[in-house]
């Protein structure tokens, strides 16, 4: 994917918006390769973030995925014991993990309160 060079710039802390889900893909995958360290892409549903996660994963397996209802209210009433092992299993692997990755979230996921790495 050499011709994207010449088309993007890659820095990090950068906002990007308006390419395609394909376009976004290769994009994450290239800035993880160029600096070496973990990526965070924020979507704003649930919905964004799994579409990403699976077009990434197959591409990348340094994908990861930190899912969580969109809605708060559901977060009160019952938590998805399948969105819990997700986030668990994500957070495990980078931890324990020394190879960078991209963690795909979306809005709600980003807002979580996680404790500090020094208690793990």
Do not use: C, H
Not at 96 to 110: C, E, H
Not at 112 to 117: E, M
Request: avoid cysteine; aromatic fraction near 12%.
């Amino acid at each position: 994917m050499n011709f994207l060079n010449e088309y993007f710039k890659y820095d990090i802390g950068i906002e990007l918006s308006g390419l395609t889900n394909q376009l976004n893909v290769f994009y994450v995958n290239k800035l993880r390769e160029v600096y070496n360290r973990n990526i965070i892409v924020l979507t704003s549903s649930l919905y964004e973030a799994n579409k990403i996660y699976n077009s990434l994963s197959k591409i990348n397996d340094n994908a990861l995925l930190f899912p969580m209802d969109d809605f708060l209210v559901s977060e009160a009433v019952a938590v998805s014991p399948d969105l819990m092992s997700k986030r668990i299993e994500t957070l495990n692997e980078l931890v324990k993990s020394n190879i960078s990755k991209i963690v795909i979230t979306n809005f709600m996921g980003y807002l979580r309160f996680l404790p500090s790495k020094k208690l793990w």
